[in-house]
């Protein structure tokens, strides 16, 4: 494991609140990604990170946000939650190996009411 | 973004060997994937394989790669409880974003 821990582990929010989804590595790992999981669709990239500051839209960005201020934390924002958002969010982290392969939090449930 | 297509369902004996079998239609795909979900849990990596690789082995896993065809298989040999999980299989082009998954194959294991 790649020492991430994600918080919280679960939410329960009404529609409209803003909500920000922690994710904490400790391997010094430089790319940082969420996804969503939803039955049906397997896991989809929400938004990554390439770096400190720097950060990329992923296939299914619309209503999150992220920041990445130290290498260790990425945060995710959902400014104004919807039903839609509903849904199991994974945070994962590459290093720079010859695979990139990712290396996941253990997930957080969200449910948007 | 690239389609990846898996069954959902997989049903074995244990002892038996299963066969996870993933589709994609990316043909520039360059790094292939497989991962391992358990109930409650984030997803696990399995193993991968290089495009430019036919097969990979490890231990009881067989990894196999037609790339004409953009197929990947996963052959689990003498399939135990324990493997009973969610599989998921994944191609990237670059490695280090755009990783694309398949909807997961449910492998449930038969006493």
């Known amino acids: 494991d790649a020492g991430i821990t994600q918080s919280p582990r679960h939410k329960v929010t009404e529609t409209g609140t803003p909500v920000t989804l922690r994710c904490h590595q400790t391997e010094n790992h430089r790319y940082m990604y969420w996804y969503r999981q939803d039955p049906g669709h397997g896991l989809r990239l929400i938004h990554y990170?390439?770096?400190?500051?720097?950060?990329d839209k992923g296939e299914v960005s619309d209503g999150y946000s992220v920041s990445r201020s130290k290498t260790e934390d990425f945060l995710l924002t959902l400014e104004s939650a919807t039903s839609s958002q509903t849904s199991v969010y994974f945070c994962?982290?590459?290093?720079?190996?010859?695979?990139?392969?990712?290396?996941f939090g253990p997930g957080t449930r969200l449910t948007v009411t | 973004g690239e389609d990846v297509e898996q069954s959902l369902f997989l049903s074995v004996r244990e002892g038996d060997s299963s066969v996870i079998n993933c589709t994609y239609t990316?043909?520039?795909?360059?790094?292939l994937y497989w991962y391992k979900q358990e109930p409650g849990a984030g997803l696990q990596l399995l193993t991968y394989?290089?495009?430019?690789?036919d097969m990979k082995q490890d231990q009881r896993l067989t990894v196999l790669l037609n790339k004409k065809d953009k197929h990947l298989s996963l052959r689990i040999a003498d399939t135990q409880t324990g493997d009973s999980a969610i599989y998921f299989c994944a191609e990237s082009e670059t490695g280090a974003n755009n990783l694309f998954f398949g909807t997961g194959t449910r492998l449930t294991v038969i006493p």
């Open positions: 394989i290089f495009s430019n690789m």
């Open positions: 994962a982290t590459a290093g720079t190996g010859e695979t990139y392969e990712q290396y």
């Open positions: 990316d043909s520039s795909s360059t790094y």
């Open positions: 990170s390439y770096g400190v500051k720097d950060t």
